[in-house]
């Protein structure tokens, strides 16, 4: 199993940006499609984004897509979420998550179902 940490969370006023960051650790990170979850109060975890284990293909939500941009560096085993012009419906605990198979893809990572490992989360809390 790949061991996931998220950080660079935080407030921000609606239209700010923010970045997150994954560090990975365990299993080799090149072999695994990444992404990211969110989950708002009250609502289910939806996906965000995903890359492949190349970093060649990637996936986006309607809701974030030309906002969002997501990115892996396999040397350094990590995966960040750039995050521009963000709005009150941001808002939510954000999950890094790494694919259960290797070579898993990253169209088949959008279901949560084809997660492998989670991070611990960390809150985005955007203002309006």
């Known amino acids: 199993q790949v061991q996931l940490v998220e950080s660079g969370g935080g407030l921000v006023q609606a239209g700010g940006s923010l970045r997150l960051s994954c560090t990975a650790s365990?299993?080799?990170?090149?072999?695994?499609?990444m992404g990211w979850f969110r989950q708002a109060p009250g609502k289910e975890r939806e996906f965000v984004a995903t890359?492949?284990?190349?970093?060649?293909?990637?996936y986006y939500a309607g809701s974030v897509k030309g906002r969002f941009t997501i990115s892996r560096d396999n040397a350094k085993n990590t995966v960040d979420l750039q995050m521009n012009s963000l709005k009150p419906e941001d808002t939510a605990v954000y999950y890094c998550?790494?694919?259960?198979?290797?070579?898993?893809?990253?169209?088949?990572?959008?279901?949560?179902?084809?997660?492998?490992?989670w991070g611990q989360g960390t809150q985005v809390t955007v203002s309006s």
């Open positions: 890359i492949a284990w190349s970093g060649g293909v990637t």
């Open positions: 365990g299993r080799t990170f090149t072999n695994y499609a």
């Open positions: 998550v790494a694919s259960k198979d290797p070579y898993g893809t990253s169209s088949s990572l959008r279901s949560s179902t084809s997660v492998g490992s």
